[in-house]
Nanobody
Framework: QVQVVESGGGLVQSGGSLRLSCVATGSAFSSYAMSWYRQAPGKQRELVATITSGGSTNYAGSVEGRFTISRDNAKNTVNLQMNSLKPEDTAVYYC????????WGQGTQVTVSS
């Protein structure tokens, strides 16, 4: 069973930065596609960024140029660097590991004050 654990959320002022981290257990981490999703109150969960096993990245248009996803296979870690944060980025951020099966973390709260 793969466990996915996020960290790094918190409260930040508009224009600030946060770095989220996600650790996924297991020896097959390098084969996973890793993604960050977010869910704001009253809204559906949405894809924020993805990094494939080969290192290709994809971003939602709303975060393009502000967020950067990266992975460190030696540490079973994927990071999301979030810069120029806006109040509309406020949400619970979830990490997802996917290959044949999909595994979700419990989420970490990000709050951006105006």
């Amino acid at each position: 069973q793969v466990q996915v654990v996020e960290s790094g959320g918190g409260l930040v002022q508009s224009g600030g930065s946060l770095r989220l981290s996600c650790v996924a257990t297991g020896s097959a981490f390098s084969s996973y596609a890793m993604s960050w999703y977010r869910q704001a109150p009253g809204k559906q969960r949405e894809l924020v960024a993805t990094i494939t096993s080969g290192g290709s990245t994809n971003y939602a248009g709303s975060v393009e140029g502000r967020f950067t996803i990266s992975r460190d296979n030696a540490k079973n870690t994927v990071n999301l660097q979030m810069n120029s944060l806006k109040p509309e980025d406020t949400a619970v951020y979830y990490c997802r590991a996917s290959s044949i099966r999909t595994y979700w973390g419990q989420g970490t709260q990000v709050t951006v004050s105006s």
